[in-house]
């Protein structure tokens, strides 16, 4: 059975990057039938589509979030990892990883998701 | 690109059905069959409902329903339940590689 965890840093400083791995258990991140991806929910709000990843190494982002993200991929590891540069407060967020089934376009599998909280 | 439009709360009775509406554009659940519905419990991570509009995966039960029509997509639970008091997300294909979610309608069955 298919399972995703997030890891990594829990608080980050303003002006910092924020750093989450996703490593998935149970299954080869070297599909071609999923993309990866990363998507965020602020404490009390609503889910926000951050980027996906092909296990390739083919990127795609949200444009309002582009400038600032990158998604990386270590098929080695299994895993898959986002970097947020220049974080504010308004970053605080739940970050969920998540399977996306290509064929059918919908995140089939989510990770527990990781409370990352921007403050100095 | 905007978030697509759900209503806030929506409630029910045990046994009754309801339905949330989640409404677009036409670049988005307009355009494309693409639409999808999650549902979240608190401090659990989304599950997957319905995928390309109206297709349920498997395991989940078929009180859920999902329909779509010009720039608007629907979810609709019949037979409400208590455990299907949940937040509940659409999320659709924008176009160029992008995708918007709706921002969320919190289900109260009384």
């Known amino acids: 059975q298919l399972q995703l965890q997030e890891s990594g840093p829990g608080l980050v400083k303003p002006s910092e990057t924020l750093s989450l791995t996703c490593t998935v258990s149970?299954?080869?991140?070297?599909?071609?039938?999923?993309?990866w991806g990363w998507i965020r929910q602020p404490p009390g709000k609503g889910l926000e589509w951050i980027g996906i990843?092909?296990?390739?190494?083919?990127?795609y982002y949200n444009p309002s979030l582009k400038s600032r993200v990158t998604i990386s991929v270590d098929t080695s590891k299994n895993e898959f990892s986002l970097k947020l540069s220049s974080v504010t407060a308004a970053d605080t967020a739940v970050f969920y990883c998540?399977?996306?089934?290509?064929?059918?376009?919908?995140?089939?599998?989510w990770g527990q998701g990781t409370m990352v909280t921007v403050s100095s | 690109q905007s978030a697509l439009t759900q209503p806030a709360s929506v409630s029910g009775s045990p046994g009754q059905s309801i339905t949330i509406s989640c409404t677009g554009t036409?670049?988005?659940?307009?355009?494309?069959?693409?639409v999808s519905w999650y549902q979240q419990h608190p401090g659990k991570a989304p599950k997957l409902m319905i995928y390309?509009?109206?297709t349920r995966p498997s395991g989940v039960s078929d009180r859920f329903s999902g329909s779509k029509s010009g720039n608007t997509a629907s979810l609709t639970i019949s037979g409400l339940q208590a455990d299907d008091e949940a937040d509940y997300y659409c999320c659709s294909y924008a176009g160029s590689n992008n995708w918007v979610f709706g921002g969320g309608t919190k289900l109260t069955v009384l």
């Open positions: 149970g299954g080869s991140i070297s599909s071609s039938s999923y993309y």
């Open positions: 036409s670049s988005d659940v307009g355009s494309y069959n693409l």
């Open positions: 998540a399977r996306r089934i290509t064929a059918v376009d919908a995140f089939d599998i």
């Open positions: 390309e509009a109206s």
């Open positions: 990843i092909y296990y390739s190494g083919g990127t």
